[in-house]
């Protein structure tokens, strides 16, 4: 029988279940009708389009993290304070994307939702995802994984259940791309690699990170990401037993973890081989 997560897990756990359930139906409604944002604008620090309900969802966070979080720095992906990357390191940050994949949900695909990763001492330390058409449909939209106490997905009854990553048989290396696509195909090795490996846009990094985590596909490789929208797999894969790397090979850090290849071990090192050849998997 698996372990039951433990009482202090749990509570944090469900309290920001329900904070993200709470707001994405108040700020998106349960449908998949597309909306007009009647306001978009480019966010200086980051170069990314936000529009209001991205900024209503980044002010719900900075009320709500610092009642589980109280003396943490925050970081929201719509805020001025993102381009100081990496962080100071001498207090605990919760970095968040309060609304991942957004122009998705503009164009009434569901790939879309919210994320927050916590980082203590230099390191991930928790994260969680929570992707709201998921939850309505299927009662499963929410994964929470925490340092030394495992990956966790829940149902509509709060009952959690063990992640364990263990990828559905497949004969051939399935995997996603994540980063800004202009970037990517103007990269012959981000290229190469969608030619020789079965590749395939991820559309967002939280609904890749919950993909590759419930082991439907052997990885994710991301090109020029932003940190906060990579960080909820690295956290993961620590837990999960997956490689996360740079494309060189090296460890992710926080410091290079814009360019990542997260992936099951058996995978790993052939995706890598790939990029560094250029693609030609041999």
């Known amino acids: 029988m698996e372990a039951i997560p433990q009482p202090a897990f749990l509570e944090t756990a469900l309290r920001i279940k329900g904070f993200f359930h709470l707001h994405h139906q108040e700020l998106l409604g ?6 007009e944002e009647r306001t978009w604008h480019k966010d200086d620090a980051t170069q990314t389009l936000v529009g209001e309900r991205d900024d209503s969802m980044q002010q719900h966070f900075l009320e709500f993290l610092p009642t589980i979080f109280p003396h943490d720095i925050l970081l929201g992906e719509e805020g001025q304070k993102a381009f100081l990357w990496p962080p100071c390191l001498d207090q605990s940050l919760t970095t968040f994307d309060p609304l991942d994949g957004s122009s998705n949900r503009k164009g009434g695909t569901p790939m879309f939702g919210s994320t ?14 929570y992707l709201p058409y998921a939850e309505c449909v299927f009662g499963n939209g929410f994964i929470y994984g925490q340092r030394n106490c495992g990956v966790w997905h829940s149902n509509r009854e709060n009952i959690f259940r063990r992640v364990t990553g263990v990828r559905i048989p497949n004969k051939r290396i399935e995997i996603l791309l994540e980063g800004g696509s202009r970037k990517g195909f103007k990269n012959q090795k981000y290229v ?17 990170a919950a993909t590759v985590a419930l082991g439907r596909y052997d990885g994710v490789v991301a090109i020029d990401n932003n940190p906060w929208d990579n960080l909820p797999i690295i956290t993961f894969a620590a837990e999960l037993g997956f490689a996360a790397t740079d494309w060189d090979g090296n460890p992710v850090t926080l410091g290079n ?11 790993h090192p052939r995706i890598i081989e790939a990029i560094q ?3 030609t998997l041999g």
């Open 30 to 35: 349960s449908g998949l009708e597309p909306f």
């Open 116 to 129: 927050l990763t916590r980082i203590v001492n230099g390191d991930p330390e928790r994260a969680a995802l």
């Open 192 to 208: 190469s690699l969608g030619r020789e490996i079965t590749a395939r846009l991820g559309f967002s990094s939280c609904w890749s």
């Open 257 to 267: 973890c814009r360019n990542i290849v997260v992936a099951q071990p058996a995978a």
């Open 277 to 279: 050849k250029g693609g």
